[in-house]
């Protein structure tokens, strides 16, 4: 029995796939928990058109992506810190900091937890972080801590 799945099921497959399973586990298990629907015809044309729509969601999302990733690239971001005497910075420079620093500076709003800062920051200088925005696509920053 082919059906198409509505959801991610584990084992079988991601959503909006079409799968071959044995008939009971379709007929009584998949279908009446709205897992997936049968393979007919028009459930298969509305798969298509589905299909249709997400790829031209992905690309939109894919141009959005090359484009706030060149407005990253094209300068450091700088971060204002608290020094010591010796250039040492009091604490250390959070994804917080540097989700706010781009939203003022490059004007994009990034949430805090997509931002992993790669060394730790406890002293002025030029520094990476990478951000995650999802699907395997990650960026690298470059930011800078100077002296507030």
Do not use: C, W
């Amino acid at each position: 029995m082919q059906v198409i799945l509505i959801q991610d099921v584990n084992n079988l497959g991601g959503a909006h796939e079409l799968v071959n399973v044995k008939s009971g586990y379709g007929r009584n298990f998949l279908i009446p928990s709205k897992m997936a629907v049968e393979a007919n015809p028009s459930n298969l044309k509305q798969l298509e058109e589905r299909k249709k729509q997400l790829a031209k969601k992905e690309e939109k999302l894919l141009a959005e992506f090359n484009s706030v990733v060149s407005v990253l690239h094209e300068s450091p971001l700088k971060i204002g810190a608290k020094t010591g005497t010796s250039g040492k910075i009091f604490g250390s420079v959070t994804s917080v900091q540097i989700a706010r620093a781009i939203r003022e500076q490059k004007g994009y709003e990034i949430d805090r937890r997509r931002i992993h800062i790669i060394d730790d920051v406890k002293e002025l200088g030029n520094y990476k972080a990478k951000i995650d925005f999802g699907k395997g696509q990650e960026v690298e920053v470059d930011f800078e801590v100077i002296a507030e």
